[in-house]
């Protein structure tokens, strides 16, 4: 057993900038749930088979998430917040339009997840570094998936 080691992630572990980073995450997950399940259904016209699964699969994706930085805020020992990020969800039938906010929800929580990275890094905790960062992976996937999407 390392005692240095473990003593400086003790104190690195209460940081509370890395639970805020996290908490900010957490709430973007939170709000991706809510968005993608409201997209799913209201979603209409030729679109709907396809996008309507697309927003249920990014509903899964995103409870996924939600719960790996929950777990994340827990073993350091934080407090996660349950509230989901505060800005609006965009209300339409216009499949067009969520397409464009959810561009805009997952470029935030890459942007969040990129930020969250280096803390992580900085902290030494290398498995909770390789959850986050295919967290973070994922996102990536989902801005250049809906980028295409709205070409």
């Given at each position: 057993?390392?005692l240095?080691?473990?003593?400086?992630?003790?104190?690195?572990?209460?940081?509370?900038?890395?639970?805020?980073?996290?908490?900010k995450?957490?709430?973007?997950?939170?709000?991706?749930?809510?968005?993608?399940?409201?997209?799913?259904?209201?979603?209409?016209?030729?679109?709907?088979?396809?996008?309507?699964?697309?927003?249920?699969n990014?509903?899964?994706e995103?409870?996924?998430?939600?719960?790996?930085?929950?777990?994340?805020i827990?073993k350091l020992?934080?407090?996660?917040?349950?509230?989901?990020a505060?800005?609006?969800?965009?209300?339409?039938?216009?499949?067009?339009?969520m397409?464009e906010?959810?561009?805009?929800t997952?470029?935030?929580?890459?942007?969040?997840?990129?930020?969250?990275?280096?803390?992580?890094?900085?902290?030494?905790?290398?498995?909770?570094?390789?959850?986050?960062?295919?967290?973070?992976?994922?996102?990536?996937?989902?801005?250049?998936?809906?980028?295409?999407?709205?070409?």
């Amino acid at each position: 057993m390392n005692l240095g080691y473990d003593r400086v992630l003790g104190d690195v572990m209460g940081d509370k900038s890395i639970i805020a980073a996290l908490n900010k995450a957490l709430a973007w997950e939170l709000r991706a749930v809510a968005m993608y399940a409201h997209y799913s259904a209201y979603v209409s016209g030729i679109h709907r088979p396809h996008l309507s699964v697309y927003f249920s699969n990014e509903v899964n994706e995103s409870i996924t998430h939600a719960s790996t930085v929950r777990s994340a805020i827990v073993k350091l020992d934080g407090k996660a917040i349950t509230e989901r990020a505060p800005e609006e969800i965009v209300h339409t039938h216009d499949y067009s339009i969520m397409l464009e906010e959810a561009y805009k929800t997952e470029k935030i929580a890459s942007d969040v997840y990129h930020s969250i990275l280096p803390m992580i890094e900085e902290l030494g905790d290398d498995e909770l570094y390789d959850s986050l960062e295919v967290i973070y992976f994922d996102e990536m996937r989902s801005v250049e998936e809906l980028r295409m999407m709205l070409k």
